[in-house]
Nanobody
């Protein structure tokens, strides 16, 4: 497992942008596919974006396509989520997660081995 620490959440107005970062411990970061999930109050986690171990493949949930971009820097053990054109429906707790054996682009929470503590994103109208 790896230790994951997110940062970059906060309050932003509708139409604004935020960039989330997730720093991972250890020397095996490039062995993990990485994902960003979000959780709305009273709901299960949903996959937002996933990136493969090398960064060569990415996948997004439909509601964020064209607005969010996932990227990773394997040299610095960090994965990012650039979020543009935010709207109030994006308000949620965002978490990053690491998957070692879940396939190229795992989408299910159960495919992930390690989770960050989460960071709150609030978008005001």
């Amino acid at each position: 497992q790896v230790l994951l620490v997110e940062s970059g959440g906060g309050l932003v107005q509708a139409g604004g942008s935020l960039r989330l970062s997730c720093a991972a411990s250890g020397r095996t970061f490039s062995s993990y596919s990485m994902g960003w999930f979000r959780q709305f109050p009273g709901k299960d986690r949903e996959s937002v974006a996933v990136i493969s171990k090398t960064g060569g493949s990415r996948s997004y949930t439909d509601s964020v396509k064209g607005r969010f971009t996932i990227s990773r820097d394997n040299a610095n053990n960090t994965v990012y989520l650039q979020m543009n054109s935010l709207n109030p429906e994006d308000t949620a707790t965002y978490s990053c997660a690491a998957s070692r054996g879940g396939g190229l682009l795992p989408r299910r929470p159960g495919d992930y081995d390690s989770w960050g503590q989460g960071t709150q994103v609030t978008v005001s109208s």
